[in-house]
């Protein structure tokens, strides 16, 4: 599990401010250079809400770093057909992600302190601002390796891992192409919109003319947790979301079930990686609030208020789907609980999605429900097993699935000289 640092940076209004006050500022040096950072909280004024996350470590930060409040998930087309211009953004995107999460600007000049006449290398809406537990995750895509035509850009079609492959199609998909797949993906998770929103506008800057903006998605309010110590959210159903979901604290169910190992397919720079599968789940929220209470609870299987398992009385109590009601199952066989759950699923995945709202639609219902972030070992063995799983799920008929991508995000970067994918590009 990627540990949490205190960031270093301090905003030049606060560093005026504390010296003003006959306090002593310091300033944290940049990767190159001693660059003025971003505002940082007293640890007791904003604890883990407003921290620093490690950038560095065996496993990407955003994974099983416990789940924060906002989600900026932005899928890439890869423009340039240069190898090195690739290489070279991917660098560039390192050293801007190394200092964005460590609550510095994105360039050791700044949003301000550059000459007049330049663009500046940071975009300055967040200035003032802590690094509000920051982590940005990179993922490659199936077409990075290989187009839909069978065109190998970039020398890596011998490097595809045999898992990274596109999703199969499901019964009920509704899939948007326009805003489905991409060659890279980047997942920027903090607790500050507006933290997540400046670290993907920077790093779409630093990739004109090699990359562009396919696809992206706001998210709020996380739908599962990723850790012990965080309390089960409520989606947009208003029932709890991911009770058994894995935890970082498990050790064992990550290398088992979400883990990249070292005899998998691409082991030599995938190991310590993970693959990504995004959904985009629109909840018909409109049906949804004209059900009744008793058909809610029994197309998810738990009751709204406490979240138990139906038939049992608290949340974390193990479903029992021996147990009964009169004459009927207290956890319906149709139910989301009954077949999402391992025992009948077979697998488990790591899930980490948001609620999102993105307006309404021309007839004046709201164009909202889930994006479904997941994490696994394997996709075939992951998602797209619990997806067939659930063909059957009674709550099918509340949602429709309007985006698809899947990526492989390589394992975490180490040390000052490594960069994202260097293990794929040079290996």
């Known amino acids: 599990m990627t540990g949490a640092t205190p960031p270093t940076g301090l905003s030049r209004r606060r560093l005026f401010g504390l010296a003003g006050a006959g306090t002593a500022g310091v300033l944290a040096a940049g990767a190159a250079g001693g660059a003025i950072g971003r505002a940082t909280a007293p640890a007791d004024a904003g604890g883990a809400a407003t921290t620093a996350v490690a950038f ?16 900026h998930f932005v ?8 190898r090195d211009e690739l290489i070279g953004m991917l660098k560039a995107w390192t050293a801007a992600a190394r200092r964005m999460t460590a609550g510095l600007d994105a360039g050791p000049v700044g949003a301000v302190d550059g000459g007049p006449y330049a663009p500046p290398d940071d975009t300055g809406e967040a200035i003032g601002l802590p690094a ?30 045999e898992p990274l492959a596109e999703l199969p199609a499901f019964p009920g998909d509704q899939l948007d192409p326009a805003i489905s797949g991409g060659d890279l993906c980047i997942q920027a998770c903090a607790n500050d919109p507006q933290v997540a929103v400046h670290a993907v506008r920077n790093l779409v800057r630093l990739g004109a003319g090699v990359v562009g903006v ?29 009770t058994d979901n894995l935890k970082a604290e498990n050790g064992a169910a990550l290398d088992r079930f979400v883990w990249v190992g ?31 209470l008793a058909e809610q609870e029994r197309t998810i299987g738990r009751a709204k208020g406490s979240g138990a398992p139906l038939g049992q009385h608290a949340e974390f109590d193990p479903v029992d789907f ?28 790591l899930r980490r999605g948001f609620s999102f709202v993105d307006g309404s639609d021309g007839l004046g219902r709201l164009d909202a429900g889930l994006f479904f972030v997941a994490f696994q070992r394997d996709p075939a063995t992951g998602f797209v097993q619990v997806q067939r799983n659930l063909r059957h799920d009674a709550m099918n008929e509340y949602i429709r699935h309007t985006s698809s991508a899947v990526f492989a995000c390589p394992p975490g970067v180490r040390g000052t000289a490594d960069w994202w994918g260097r293990a794929l590009f040079e290996g």
Do not use: C
């Not at 560095?56 to 989600?71: E, F, S």
């Not at 696809?215 to 947009?236: D, K, V």
């Open 56 to 71: 560095t470590g065996r496993h990407q930060a955003g994974i099983v770093t416990p789940a924060q409040d906002r989600l």
């Open 75 to 82: 899928a890439f087309d890869v423009t340039t057909g240069s």
């Open 132 to 161: 509000a537990g920051l982590t940005l995750t990179i993922g490659f895509g199936p077409t990075l390796f290989t187009t839909a035509e069978g065109v190998d850009r970039f020398g890596l079609a011998g490097r595809r891992p």
């Open 214 to 242: 396919r696809w992206s998605q706001l998210g709020f309010g996380r739908t599962s947790s990723t850790s012990t110590g965080q309390a089960t959210p409520r989606n947009l159903f208003g029932f709890k979301d991911g």
């Open 262 to 292: 070292d005899g998998d397919s691409a082991a030599d720079w995938l190991a310590g990686g993970s693959y990504l599968v995004t959904r985009r789940i629109r909840m018909l929220i409109e049906p949804w609030d004209t059900s009744t």
């Open 322 to 349: 021996a147990s009964r009601t009169g004459d009927r199952p207290a956890v319906p066989p149709t139910s989301h609980v009954f077949l999402a759950h391992p025992n009948h699923a077979g697998t488990a995945i």
